[in-house]
């Protein structure tokens, strides 16, 4: 299996700043990888495919880049709508993995 | 616009199977190359991928978990069905199910969760 471990677990910042979240896979792959973002209560949302594609109707202020074992997640600007958590996965190969999470709170 | 949701029960004993519906609109499953999954998460905790099916019946199981699990689906009243046996208090959750567009690819539109809880 492939484990996907996110740096860090929480992140604690300002309206504005510039974020970026980790994901590190246990075996390298290509860009088989989605990023979601999940609120309390609700279903995860997709924001990024294949490591650096934004899904449609996503704001441009969110990016991914990487390959390999390592991925990032960029939050330019962080907006109040964007605390939230953050979860990567990797679709490369079964079973599925999901990161552990990344807790964005507001400082 | 596709549209997912999961129904079943809210409360399972301890041993018993838990019988999870995905009804779905905006797509069909018997179109080449599209899948349904399912994806659990424990209050508090991350997601936990469970199964996957394709239009071409081809499933996909967790190995942690394969031999508990069953999916189905029925192409024509929309749905897919995951069955789990032997429930035990660790699996208590939410269940999602959510759609995947192509092989390949990634999950894209996501039902809103049932919670399921396991209690005697």
């Known amino acids: 299996d492939i484990q996907m471990t996110q740096s860090p677990s929480t992140l604690s910042a300002s309206v504005g700043d510039r974020v970026t979240i980790t994901c590190r896979a246990s075996?390298?792959?290509?860009?088989?990888l989605a990023w979601y973002q999940q609120k309390p209560g609700k279903a995860p949302k997709l924001l990024i495919y294949?490591?650096?594609s934004l899904e449609s109707g996503v704001p441009s202020r969110f990016s991914g880049s990487g390959s390999g074992t390592e991925f990032t997640l960029t939050i330019n600007s962080l907006q109040p709508d964007d605390f939230a958590t953050y979860y990567c996965q990797q679709y490369n190969s079964y079973p599925w993995t999901f990161g552990q999470g990344t807790k964005v709170e507001i400082k | 616009q596709i549209t997912l949701k999961e129904s079943g029960p809210t409360l399972v004993k301890p041993t018993q199977t838990l019988t999870l519906t995905c009804t779905f609109s905006g797509f069909s499953l018997s179109t080449s190359g599209v899948g349904v999954g399912w994806i659990r998460q424990p209050p508090g905790k991350a997601l936990e991928w469970l199964a996957l099916i394709y239009w071409n019946d081809d499933k996909r199981y967790s190995p942690s978990l394969k031999s508990r699990l069953t999916i189905t689906k029925d192409t024509s009243r929309n749905q897919v069905v995951l069955t789990m046996t032997n429930m035990d208090p660790v699996d208590t959750a939410t269940y999602y199910c959510a759609h995947r567009p192509s092989p390949g690819s990634w999950l894209d539109y996501w039902g809103q969760g049932t919670l399921v809880t396991v209690s005697s």
């Open positions: 294949k490591a650096s």
């Open positions: 075996q390298s792959f290509s860009s088989w």
